[in-house]
Nanobody, 125 residues
């Protein structure tokens, strides 16, 4: 059974940092891309960043480029999202997802076959 478990969310002041983790289990993810999405209250879920498990290529939304860094630890089957320079508008529930490949772009949530339960990030202004 595939499981994605996020952790690391919390309350932080604007300009601060947080590191989110997503521990993946239940299958081999070598052919997958793992990504982070976020959903603010009353808004749709939006792409944040993604990383290919094999090769480590990374992809970012324009809104987080230069502030967020996605990385992976193959030995721990975990991906991370280092978030620096946090802004009030980064406040959201952050979800980890696994994209097996296929016709949907990495920025499209429909392409992700598995999701974690989410972790809340709140940035105070």
């Amino acid at each position: 059974q595939v499981q994605l478990v996020e952790s690391g969310g919390g309350l932080v002041q604007a300009g601060g940092s947080l590191r989110l983790s997503c521990a993946a289990s239940g299958r081999t993810f070598s052919t997958y891309t793992l990504g982070w999405f976020r959903q603010a209250p009353g808004k749709e879920r939006k792409f944040v960043a993604a990383i290919r498990w094999s090769g480590g290529s990374t992809f970012y939304a324009d809104s987080v480029k230069g502030r967020f860094t996605i990385s992976r630890d193959n030995a721990e089957n975990t991906i991370y999202l280092q978030m620096n320079g946090l802004k009030y508008e980064d406040t959201a529930v952050y979800y980890c997802g696994a994209h097996p490949g296929g016709r949907y772009a990495l920025t499209d949530g429909r392409g992700y076959g598995y999701w974690g339960q989410g972790t809340q990030v709140t940035v105070s202004s």
